[in-house]
């Protein structure tokens, strides 16, 4: 979608109607251009025991909207309807490319890159994502076919996964990438839990012997954050994989909604299973891991996992949320 006709489609038009014209011209020309940086930079030094220090971009939450002749018409009310919520993603992730590259920085981005999965969206991406230096984790967003309208789990992840995958440039699953000495591995947790399989993955990358810097979407389960959530939202969720089950139970249900819809509940989306809680339980036990970098809940949040690992959640990039980290 051209950022032009985000103005059409949101009724800035009707408003800008209203304006005298030497106005709208100009309030035109701010729109075309938008941010001209990103809004909220927080520097932070990570200790990893890397061998030569060095630094990276971290973004998440970009929540990218685009479509094209390809994509359906419900895909575009849905683009529609999504830019309204995210006016500047696009002007914002050109912002952190910019930023980056000024910098000669190393693009991380944990998730939701794209807000639902459409032809225009994963061709820009992987356009974008092919020049430079990117490392990426999945959001739930990157399997989301139309936002909300089916419970979302491995079933309907894989309805979309082998398109998706095409366009990143690293396994979404599970992967690793080594720099300077240290281990950054990619995990998906986006719908709140991690699986047999990873764990066993996982494993072998401790195995490898190198400090480790994970990144996911969504933040693992710690006291405060969840707490803090909480209260924020009114105790309807807390938004964190691998909750404990005295604390996923109170989560805020509608038991009046039909069993085919029960999956909307909080409660449900976001129940921590078994193999959930022995990896987060697992991987509590490594000294290996020094940090864990994720986004999803919008906003900065830092707080220790493990005796030696603090996570850090970084705000959303669609309103120019960012950290710059310098690893040493």
């Not at 959530?229 to 807390?238: C, I, M, P, S, Y």
């Amino acid at each position: 979608m051209k950022r032009r006709e985000f103005l059409t489609l949101c009724g800035g038009m009707l408003l800008m109607s209203q304006l005298p014209k030497a106005l709208q011209a100009k309030a035109l020309a701010a729109a075309e251009e938008g941010p001209a940086s990103l809004k909220d930079v927080r520097r932070i030094t990570i200790s990893v025991g890397a061998t030569k220090p060095f630094s990276a971009l971290h973004i998440s939450d970009t929540h990218l909207a685009r479509v094209d002749e390809r994509d359906n018409e419900r895909k575009h009310t849905l683009a529609a309807g999504r830019s309204r919520v995210f006016p500047w993603a696009e002007h914002y992730f050109d912002a952190a490319i910019r930023y980056a590259r000024e910098r000669d920085l190393m693009l991380l981005h944990t998730g939701d890159l794209i807000d639902f999965v459409s032809e225009a969206n994963l061709d820009f991406v992987a356009m974008q994502l092919g020049v430079g230096s990117w490392y990426l984790s999945a959001g739930n967003h990157e399997y989301s076919q139309y936002v909300g309208e089916a419970k979302e789990d491995a079933a309907y992840k894989a309805q979309s996964f082998d398109k998706v995958q095409r366009a990143y440039p690293n396994d979404l699953t599970l992967s690793s990438k080594i720099i300077n000495g240290v281990n950054f591995v990619a995990l998906d947790d986006v719908y709140y839990n991690v699986t047999a399989k990873q764990h066993e993955l996982m494993r072998c990358e401790v195995e490898k012997g190198l400090p480790i810097v994970l990144m996911c979407h969504v933040p693992f389960y710690t006291p405060r954050h969840c707490a803090d959530v909480l209260k924020g939202n009114k105790g309807l969720a807390g938004y964190v994989t691998g909750a404990p089950l005295e604390i996923t139970k109170t989560y805020q249900t509608n038991p009046s909604l039909p069993e085919s819809e029960q999956w909307r509940n909080r409660s449900v989306q976001q129940h921590s299973d078994e193999p959930t809680l022995e990896f987060i339980a697992w991987l509590k036990e490594h000294p290996l891991l020094k940090a864990i970098l994720c986004g999803h809940c919008h906003h900065f949040y830092e707080e220790q996992f493990s005796p030696t690992a603090k996570q850090y959640v970084v705000g959303a990039g669609y309103q120019g949320a960012a950290y710059h980290i310098d690893f040493e």
